[in-house]
């Protein structure tokens, strides 16, 4: 079927494109069918994510905290609601935190993800704690709760959630993992607690190879390995880029079965010099490659079998976003996929780096 694209532009309009007919081997044109514009003086929003459920809605959330729902009339993106879904947390509390400002006014969530079918939203941001926002019922289904104090300091750790991936484990509620501006990335399972029943650290040396290094974040200082993309791969791995231009497969499978401790370190992706902006995932029918591109002006294919950037263009400016359209390609343009192909040769964290947790998407 045609593919459809969602797109918020940074005066606060949105608008849905869909493709056509295109030549065997090319890439499909896409038109415009419906388009929303701001009212006169509205304040201008600054999306961080959407989703399209059907051929007739729309769901988008932006940097203010609010999830904003749309229905398409005609040619027209009609507004039918908006809600402030990010709210509580320290940052209500913190004049340092709740008055940050941008041209597109408060900012209160940094980065934000929708399932594919639209029904649940995630936000999180500095300060406020990631919630899970049901969107046809209009409430949030779920909020995380902070690590407890530092043990030796008995202050508060810091919150910032910088990056959030939503997926299906069969339960009510999708699973949640978060990357933070502190290099960490927490797995929540809503169905189960508030709290993280895994947890990393995502840092690199020199390079870019160490995993599990420990820096403390009870000074609210963000480092320099924040967490900018986080997307899921199978399973519970996850493929996390940080604003250093590292790129790492995690796995938290083990975590599964001992109920506490990190991830492991599968594949390090290295030839990224810049933050890295965009991530997708699932290039393909068997899901063996990715795309990412950033700050560093380049976009690559990742092959996440064996962990070889096995792609690079040059693209003269800095990118911020990449998606990849389905296309009929000819035989033998990527490499061939083998049938017995695994995943091996894990690198593991050392045991006392590893932390133990407290208690517990492009519609078509």
Not at 32 to 53: E, F, N, T
């Amino acid at each position: 079927g045609a593919v459809r694209l969602l797109l918020g532009r940074a005066d606060g309009s949105a608008e849905v494109w869909a493709s056509g007919g295109g030549a065997p081997g090319l890439p499909a044109t896409y038109t415009k069918v419906a388009a929303y514009a701001p009212p006169p003086g509205a304040d201008k929003r600054r999306y961080l994510g959407g989703a399209l459920p059907s051929d007739g809605e729309a769901v988008l959330c932006d940097a203010a905290g609010y999830v904003h729902t749309f229905v398409v009339a005609g040619t027209a993106l009609v507004a039918t609601g908006s809600v402030l879904a990010l709210t509580g947390g320290p940052a209500d509390s913190d004049p340092r935190i709740s008055n940050v400002t941008s041209a597109a006014g408060v900012v209160a969530a940094t980065c934000a993800c929708c399932t594919p079918d639209g029904a649940f939203v995630a936000l999180a941001g500095r300060g406020r704690e990631t919630v899970l926002y049901d969107v046809p019922n209009k409430k949030i289904a779920w909020r995380a709760k902070n690590l407890p104090p530092d043990p030796v300091t008995q202050l508060q750790r810091p919150v910032w959630g910088t990056a959030v991936a939503l997926y299906d484990d069969g339960g009510p509620l999708p699973m949640v993992a978060v990357g933070t501006a502190f290099g960490q990335v927490r797995l929540y399972d809503p169905n189960g607690g508030r709290r993280p029943v895994a947890m990393t650290k995502v840092v690199g040396d020199g390079d870019g190879r160490r995993f599990g290094a420990e820096r403390s974040t009870t000074t609210g200082s963000a480092g320099d390995f924040r967490v900018t993309q986080l997307r899921r791969w199978r399973d519970r791995q996850f493929l996390a880029g940080d604003v250093a231009g590292y790129l790492r497969l995690l796995d938290f499978a083990h975590t599964a079965k001992t109920g506490k401790g990190g991830a492991r370190l599968m594949r390090t992706f290295d030839g990224f010099a810049g933050s890295v902006r965009g991530l997708h995932m699932g290039c393909e029918e068997k899901n063996r490659y990715a795309a990412a591109c950033g700050l560093d002006r380049t976009a690559g294919v990742l092959d996440l079998y064996n962990g070889k950037v096995v792609a690079k263009i040059y693209l003269k400016q800095r990118m911020n976003f990449v998606v990849v359209c389905p296309v009929e390609i000819k035989e033998g343009v990527l490499p061939a996929t083998k049938e017995d192909d695994e995943v091996v040769d894990y690198v593991d964290s050392d045991g006392d780096e590893e932390q133990e947790a407290g208690s517990s998407a492009e519609g078509s």
